[in-house]
Nanobody, 122 residues
């Protein structure tokens, strides 16, 4: 099991930027592909981005491609999500989770953190 703590959310104007962090505990962190997901009020949780265990491969939802960048630092057991050109529709609670290596948009079932709120004002 991997314990996850997300941080870095906040209130930002449209067009602004935020950098989210996901700190993971456990010595097996570097063996997991990791992903970011988000859930807006009244909507289901959706895939945002994922990164392979080595960081060599990344995957993005079409809605964030070209604006968001996922990265990881295995030495720090941390995954990041750099979010640029934010839009009001990006408003949601953002979560990180381990994902299945062959289907990076699918959570691996190892649990979720508490999430971090991102609010983008127009």
């Amino acid at each position: 099991q991997v314990q996850l703590v997300e941080s870095g959310g906040g209130l930002v104007q449209a067009g602004g930027s935020l950098r989210l962090s996901c700190a993971a505990s456990g010595r097996t962190f570097s063996s997991y592909a990791m992903g970011w997901f988000r859930q807006a009020p009244g909507k289901e949780r959706e895939f945002v981005a994922a990164i392979s265990w080595s960081g060599g491969s990344t995957y993005y939802a079409d809605s964030v491609k070209g604006r968001f960048t996922i990265s990881r630092d295995n030495a720090k057991n941390t995954v990041y999500l750099q979010m640029n050109s934010l839009k009001p529709e990006d408003t949601a609670v953002y979560y990180c989770a381990a994902v299945l290596p062959n289907t990076p948009a699918s959570p691996a079932g190892t649990g979720w953190g508490q999430g971090t709120q991102v609010t983008v004002s127009s």
